[in-house]
């Protein structure tokens, strides 16, 4: 990967959009801007260059290596965070409690780090169009996939499950007497609480019923 940067590089700004209101000369940004053009691979179509810019000047170029490369753990970041959801269902269940969030959140972690100390132990079962990957490099994904043969040779320290039966639970047809707890999300549409205010001491009543 061929790596360029230009010091004290500045846009063309216009007052149009956030700058449309601004009093008198538009100021100058001044930053570093960065090329990334990435190495063609045998067998791969050429990649266009990337371009980053920072908001620092007189960046070293042990400076600029940090810049590009603090970039492109963000793309990890975020697919960490996807793997989190789509495959490990960490927005899955509906949790009223906060706490309960929090011990949801650190159950996922613990599987996810249980996925990254598995993949010198689970199977490459890939896909038919994926490549084959050396022991001890597959993702958390591929680990996911080959994690049902680790299960065979790590033995468990939990006893086998016993069987039961299901309780009675509430009666067909009665309603559910205990209100859920409401938690406060933080709005900031002051709008809406204004209003719901005023309509609470028009109307308390009905309002308190629709609640």
Known sequence: MAVAAWDRMHPKLAKLGGWAGHPGKIPCIEGTL??????????YRELKPLWLRAGVTGATAAEVTVLWQAYLRRFDLEHTFRFFKQTLGWDAPLLRDPAAADRWTWLIIAAYTQLRLAAALAADLRLP??????????????TRRGFRCVRDTVATPA??????KPGPGRPKGSLNRHQAPRHDVGKRNLKWKKRTKQRANARPGRLNRKL
């Open 129 to 142: 169009w994926q490549k084959p990957q050396p022991p001890g490099t597959l993702t958390p994904a591929r």
């Open 159 to 164: 006893a086998p499950p016993k069987p039961g």
């Open 34 to 43: 960065i090329q990334l053009s990435p190495a063609r691979l045998p067998g």
